[in-house]
Nanobody, 126 residues
Framework: VQLQASGGGLVQAGGSLRLSCTAS????????AAWFRQAPGKEREFVTV????????SFADSVKGRFTISRDSAKNTVQLQMNSLKPEDTAVYYC????????????????????WGQGTQVTVSS
């Protein structure tokens, strides 16, 4: 499956952005989908994951209550809705997919994912 991330941009602190990840070459509903992000000079870090089948969803503590993940099966996409954005949310955001499923509360590692989108820049100004 090939992934294409979109929707990044520049937003003021407190604002919102919606990222989309579109899959081609496979049904996204049969893949666990995740978002990671990487800020300059830092490691790529987990943001959120939604497992296929049971739909178990987990979030990094830093985004809980502000970010949500959802699926649109008709469009074969996964969205990341980001609200109450902070300057520390500034990063390149990557969508990822795998056929694996994760238990509730388990934080996936980037190495758990087989497919990656190209990344989309999110910049939050203070």
């Amino acid at each position: 499956v090939q992934l294409q991330a979109s929707g990044g941009g520049l937003v003021q602190a407190g604002g919102s952005l919606r990222l989309s990840c579109t899959a081609s070459g496979g049904r996204f509903s049969l893949y666990t989908a995740a978002w990671f992000r990487q800020a300059p000079g830092k490691e790529r870090e987990f943001v959120t994951v939604n497992s296929w089948g049971g739909g178990i969803t987990s979030f990094a503590d830093s985004v809980k209550g502000r970010f949500t993940i959802s699926r649109d099966s008709a469009k074969n996409t996964v969205q990341l809705q980001m609200n109450s954005l902070k300057p520390e949310d500034t990063a390149v955001y990557y969508c990822a997919a795998t056929r694996r499923r994760f238990a509730s509360g388990l934080v996936p590692n980037r190495n758990d994912f087989d497919y990656w989108g190209q990344g989309t820049q999110v910049t939050v100004s203070s």
